[in-house]
């Protein structure tokens, strides 16, 4: 018998400093957003075809079986169409993460960011060369799984959603946004801040779903636009100081809208506001170029440039470490994007 067909990526998660928040049928943004990949945070992936069976999927998460495999099978179900020749095979699919569950890092982008990436490398050796690019069909297949994961599949700075602010740009995939800014933003680091980890009670999903009614929907999508291109400008110009103050409107925002959607709900603890108060007078005191985001969830990211390490981590250790739980963070920064593993 022939050796089985087996592909194995490994793909980083990226955190957006202009967020997708909102989403149109397809799972196409209402507005564009900016992100960075990570260096330490990133899924593993290898997909084996083994001829079909009953079954459609094996899936394995650090080696045992895992909830996420309903998720996965009906993502391969709707790609199917797409792809004819996935019919033709039972999946096994077995992912490990470099991060352990829950800390604050988006699972879901590198999850689905490795999978499409294998996806996208069979569909080639299956079918051929195709008219896109490796990378962008992967972002494209990655996007029908989870929106943010689309942005995952590049090394650096990423942006998705079709304006006229990037060429090329697209709702269907990411791009990658090269090397255009100034080399400061090549250094940039995040402090992962571990402020609780018990599971969330409302998903980004459900907070995605909750702008297509929101009184805010159109003032935000014109809000998330201007930002994504403020920035843009303020990277390549090199402006560190006000890059971060857009970032953070970005950050406060997120939650202001989640805090007035219908119903309500409101991801931020205690401690994610005792934080951000330390963050800002630490700012203030050292006027060191500094700032935060969050996603959608408790934990904050401390970003910093890499020249400012030593103070930083003495921050962390000094002011920051008894408000996080269990005196977690995870020291990461932007990274070079995936790698194909075998
Ligand atoms: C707040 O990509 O997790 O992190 O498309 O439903 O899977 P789905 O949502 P997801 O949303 C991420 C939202 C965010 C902002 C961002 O990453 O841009």
Redesign the pocket.
């Known amino acids: 018998m022939n050796n089985p067909i087996q592909v194995c990526w490994e793909c980083p998660s ?3 400093l ?4 909102g ?1 149109k049928d397809g ?1 196409f943004p209402r507005n564009p ?1 900016l ?1 960075f990949s990570l260096k330490e945070a990133r899924t593993r992936t290898r997909v084996t075809l083994l001829p079909r069976e009953d079954c459609r999927l094996i899936f394995r998460f650090e080696g045992r079986p895992s909830p996420f495999e309903g998720r996965v099978g009906r993502y391969l179900d709707t790609l199917t169409g797409e792809m004819p020749w996935m019919e033709a095979y039972t999946f096994r699919v077995e992912s490990s993460n470099t991060f352990p569950h829950s800390a604050g890092i ?1 699972s ?2 590198s999850a689905f960011g490795a999978l499409a990436l294998c996806l996208a490398d069979l569909d080639r050796q299956l079918t051929g060369e195709g008219d896109s690019p490796l990378l962008r069909k992967a972002s494209q297949l990655a996007r029908k ?5 689309c ?1 995952s599949v590049y090394p650096g700075f990423a942006w998705w959603g079709e304006s006229s602010v990037i060429p090329g740009s697209s709702d269907d995939y990411a791009v990658a946004l090269g090397n255009q800014f100034s080399a400061r933003f090549d250094t940039l680091c995040d402090a992962v801040l571990l402020i609780d980890s018990s599971e969330k009670k409302t998903s ?2 459900a ?2 779903q909750r702008m297509a009614a929101h009184p805010y929907q159109d003032a935000r999508v014109r809000q998330a636009n201007a930002h994504a291109e403020k920035l843009v400008q303020r990277m390549k110009a090199g402006r560190y100081d006000d890059f971060f103050e857009v970032v953070e409107q970005e950050a406060f925002s ?1 939650h202001a809208l989640m805090m007035s959607s219908s119903p309500s709900f409101l991801l931020l603890k205690p401690n994610s506001l005792r934080v951000i108060e330390k963050i800002k007078d630490f700012r203030d005191q050292t006027r060191l170029p500094v700032g935060l985001t969050m ?2 969830g408790p934990n904050i990211h401390l970003l910093y440039f890499k020249e400012n390490r030593e103070e930083i981590r003495g921050f962390i250790e000094t002011e920051l470490l008894s408000l996080l739980e269990n005196g977690t963070w995870l020291d990461d920064g932007i990274g070079d994007g995936p790698v194909k593993v075998e």
Do not use: C
């Open positions: 990226n955190l957006a202009v967020k997708y928040w989403k799972q957003s992100s988006a879901s982008a799984g989870s929106g943010s994961a942005r980004s999903s907070g995605h997120l996603d959608a």
